[in-house]
């Protein structure tokens, strides 16, 4: 299938807007199939909300359990999608956070409040870890202190320990991740907890950025916890990942409100305890939505698994095509060989120049992935294994 290329500029201008509109939609929804590497669900939408997506202005500006002035916000939602959230993974009664932009302001928000309560505060994070770590750390000041992974792309607690012991005395900010961008490892968030514990340093934070395997996974049973129970300090999800809010926006998480030197704000009536100021009304209202409606967490645990079982076919095409890729339970991310040369349609795999990935996110159809295999066979794969990942994940039998 040939995608039109977007309307050059002047052609835009003599099409009445409804037709440009359509136009420009029909593109967006055919071009979906080639975002493989891309992990954002699409499979759920809101036209209930689409009147008020579209015409109201809502604005959450500070902190959502202050009103502010105005009365045109959706906070009492923002809370209670916190406290949803919070519950799901192990937050109590005082869980505070916040509905952001997205998994880095989280992150953001996360290593400034380290970096406030602890001015030497030095931040650790993988390899592996999102670019939001390392943007964080510049922000604030702080060093930042990589970590090399182990074989399979989790923060090696071994060179943790070795790390935090050189910087003994100093508090700890350590960001974990719950499925890294590339191969969707899993950090082990218990173990980080306690080997600080076995450390001495109670000087910490353990912000675990679970912007996209963090919903899926804790609504598997039996699996071992990395929120807060197993000792992280914040958590962040993303909403256009898994939850498939079609906005980009994330949720932050603690289990109590941190202490913030953000104040009352006299102009907006609200305390300044957000990264940004004027904050989307919208994505709250899609987050509640997907949170509430068509059968809750269930069904959402049900997409999971749905996606899990494409990953398995997805996989098993390319071994049967004999194309280098690796897939592990429960992953949504299977990693696999770039092909040598160009494909013949558009395909994005992301990655580098050796690894790319198939993340198969809710909304990713199975006839894409066979008309990817399609185009795949008969191509020469480069050279060398795809990087692989594990998780401490027990598949049930
Ligand atoms: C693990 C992880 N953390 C954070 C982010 C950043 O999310 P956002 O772009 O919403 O800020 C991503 C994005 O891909 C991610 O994969």
Not at 65 to 86: A, M, P, Q
Not at 143 to 172: K, N, W, Y
Not at 214 to 232: N, S
Not at 296 to 308: F, I, P, S, Y
Request: hydrophobic content about 40%; overall charge neutral; charged content about 20%.
């Amino acid at each position: 299938m040939t995608v039109p290329a977007m309307l050059p500029a002047d052609a835009q201008q003599q099409l009445p807007l409804n037709v440009l509109a359509a136009l420009e939609g029909s593109r967006w929804a055919a071009d979906r199939r080639y975002h493989l590497a891309f992990p954002g669900a699409t499979d759920r939408t809101y036209p209930d909300l689409a009147a008020i997506l579209t015409g109201q202005l809502l604005n959450n500006v500070g902190d959502p359990w202050t009103d502010g002035h105005g009365r045109n916000h959706s906070k009492s939602y923002e809370i209670d999608v916190v406290r949803r959230l919070g519950a799901l993974f192990g937050a109590g009664e005082q869980v505070w956070g916040y509905v952001a932009s997205g998994a880095t302001e989280g992150t953001i928000h996360a290593i400034d409040e380290a970096a406030t309560a602890y001015p030497d505060v030095v931040v650790y994070a993988s390899t592996a870890a999102h670019y939001s770590a390392a943007k964080a750390a510049r922000l604030v000041r702080a060093p930042l202190v990589q970590i090399r992974t182990d074989a399979h792309g989790r923060i090696s607690l071994d060179e943790l320990r070795a790390q935090l012991l050189c910087f003994r005395g100093r508090p700890a900010a350590i960001v974990a991740t719950v499925g890294t961008t590339e191969t969707e490892a899993v950090d082990d968030v218990a173990g980080i907890a306690g080997l600080c514990d076995d450390l001495g340093i109670s000087r910490r934070r353990i912000h675990v950025d679970a912007a996209l395997a963090g919903i899926p996974l804790a609504l598997l049973p039996d699996q071992p916890r990395f929120g807060f129970t197993a000792g992280a300090t914040s958590l962040v999800i993303s909403g256009h990942k898994y939850l498939s809010t079609l906005m980009p926006c994330a949720v932050l998480l603690y289990p109590r409100r941190p202490d913030h030197p953000g104040g009352e704000v006299a102009y907006i009536g609200a305390t300044d305890t957000t990264i940004a100021g004027s904050r989307s009304g919208h994505t709250p209202l899609l987050l509640h939505w997907s949170l509430t409606t068509g059968g809750g967490l269930e069904t959402h645990h049900q997409r999971a698994e749905q996606a899990r079982r494409l990953a398995a076919y997805t996989h098993d095409r390319l071994r049967h095509l004999g194309w280098p890729s690796h897939w592990e339970w429960p992953a949504f991310t299977i990693t696999l060989a770039q092909p040598a040369a160009p494909l013949p349609q558009p395909w994005v795999l992301g990655g580098d120049q050796h690894t790319g990935r198939i993340i198969c996110m809710p909304g990713l159809r199975q006839e894409w992935i066979d008309e990817f295999c399609t185009d795949l066979a008969g191509q020469t794969p480069h050279p060398g294994v795809p990087r692989q990942r594990r998780r401490n994940h027990r598949r049930p039998a």
